[in-house]
């Protein structure tokens, strides 16, 4: 979509390794969000920032933290990938407030081995 | 806390008949309501949200929702569907609280085939 995207679109990891994944925005939006989206599940939110530094917990947040030093770019971590993780991760992005809409990224798949 | 049910994971439809998807929300007050649409591979695109007003909503692709207070419900509705309509429907809520800046909540999803 534009103004957002996220890197790498694809990705295979190794269990236990660590894994970063970006989200890159260009339109200043304060809210940003995390979601892995899994079959029967639909979509389940991670993090969320607020701010920059400001970040908070949601629904399915152990095993993964998250970073935003700047507006623009917001990074999820999974400090040792486990198979259970093996996932689509979408990022997020609200120039308000989570109630007023979000534009979508194109997603990351992620498969731990 | 608040809840999504789409009571259907599958529903196949004809080219060029009516579609309705279901959704029901459990929330103690009125929410945020909103539809989105997933193609294959794709990110999701919003569809229409609900906020407050008139409780019939138009959207993108000439979809309709009507919020249902007593029903508790948000169904999309569409009057004559395209095989390009073929996609993953999401049904979300998000809380009138605070900032609102804890996301919305989504239910698991519709799977809508078009058949010929």
């Known amino acids: ?113 | 806390a608040q809840s999504v049910t789409q009571p259907d994971i599958h529903i196949t439809v004809s080219e060029g008949a009516s579609l309705e998807l279901r959704c029901n929300y459990s929330y103690g007050a009125t929410p945020y309501l909103f539809w989105y649409v997933q193609s294959p591979g794709q990110g999701l695109q919003l569809l229409l949200k609900y906020f407050s007003g008139d409780t019939l909503v138009q959207g993108i692709k000439g979809f309709e929702a009507e919020f249902k207070r007593s029903q508790s419900s948000f169904n999309l509705r569409k009057p004559s569907v395209h095989w390009s309509d073929a996609a993953e429907y999401f049904c979300a809520v998000g809380v009138r609280s605070g900032g609102g800046a804890d996301g919305l909540t989504f239910g698991k999803g519709t799977h809508l085939i078009i058949q010929p």
């Open chain 1, 1 to 113: 979509d534009a103004g957002i995207t996220q890197s790498p679109r694809h990705k295979v990891t190794e269990t236990g390794t660590p894994v970063t994944l970006r989200c890159h925005q260009t339109e200043n939006h304060r809210y940003m969000y995390w979601y892995r989206q899994d079959p029967g599940h639909g979509l389940r939110l991670i993090h969320y920032s607020y701010g920059v530094k400001d970040t908070d917990k949601g629904e399915v947040s152990d095993g993964y933290s998250v970073s935003r030093s700047k507006t623009e770019d917001f990074l999820l971590t999974l400090e040792s990938a486990t198979s259970s993780q093996t996932s689509v991760y979408f990022c997020a992005i609200s120039d308000r407030t989570a109630n007023y809409g979000y534009t979508f990224g194109s997603g990351t798949r992620l498969t731990v081995v």
